[in-house]
């Protein structure tokens, strides 16, 4: 079965500064691979997917994720944060015949002012 | 458009006590999806319909869990007994299609469960 894993509990970056967030996943042929964000008391929105093609996808709010498959990674990075990205972020990997999203814990982003 | 509604937004139970939950899903989705969220984890699929037939419950714990899709829109999530380790955010989501067609999941606010 697929797996994700999100290593970092908990991430805190000054606003303006850059972020990536790490993501690990298994499974054993391509997977579909999603970021979403939860802010509090707010769904969770897809920040971006990759299914195929260029591993380098781009996503709304200036995100963007790189599908390295050597790695096993698809790590979601921001060059410039804004304090308005602090939120909860979810790596979730879809596989077998329905592609459903099954999710990491979760990586808690904190930005200081 | 509007999104995902769920109902209520909070409740609060005691052990051994039945609680339902309410989804209405975007307006002509045909997928609809019931996720777990306990705190500190990420949300785990109980269930997926598409239209008014299960595609997948192999997560459901049917021996307390059990959810309907009434008509193929709205849907409820029903726990009776509930436990103490249901306390969670019960997340509702929706797709035009399935996600092996490149179908966006909405998700809805979720409805926050307290078992006492």
């Known amino acids: 079965a697929q797996s994700v894993t999100q290593p970092d509990i908990h991430i805190t970056v000054s606003e303006g500064a850059s972020l990536e967030l790490r993501c690990n996943y298994s499974y054993g042929a391509t997977p579909y691979l999603f970021w979403y964000v939860q802010s509090p008391g707010q769904g969770l929105q897809l920040l971006l997917k990759?299914?195929?093609?260029?591993?380098l996808v781009q996503g709304i709010k200036g995100f963007e994720a790189e599908f390295k498959r050597s790695q096993s990674s698809f790590n979601l990075r921001k060059p410039s944060v804004h304090w308005s990205d602090a939120a909860e972020y979810f790596c979730a990997v879809g596989a077998g015949g329905s592609y459903i999203p099954t999710f990491g814990r979760g990586t808690s982003l904190i930005v200081h002012p | 458009e509007a999104g995902v509604a769920q109902s209520p937004r909070y409740k609060i139970i005691e052990k051994r006590q039945s609680v339902a939950f309410w989804c209405n899903p975007i307006s002509g989705h045909a997928t609809l999806y019931w996720y777990q969220q306990i705190l500190g984890q990420g949300p785990k699929l109980l269930i997926q319909f598409q239209n008014n037939g299960v595609v997948d419950d192999s997560q459901l714990p049917k021996d307390r869990f059990s959810a309907e899709r009434l008509k193929g829109v709205d849907s409820t999530l029903k726990i009776q007994p509930a436990k103490l380790e249901d306390s969670a955010v019960y997340l509702c989501a929706s797709s035009l299609g399935t996600v092996a067609t490149n179908e966006k999941l909405f998700f809805g606010s979720g409805t926050q469960l307290s078992v006492l």
């Open positions: 990759y299914f195929s093609g260029d591993t």
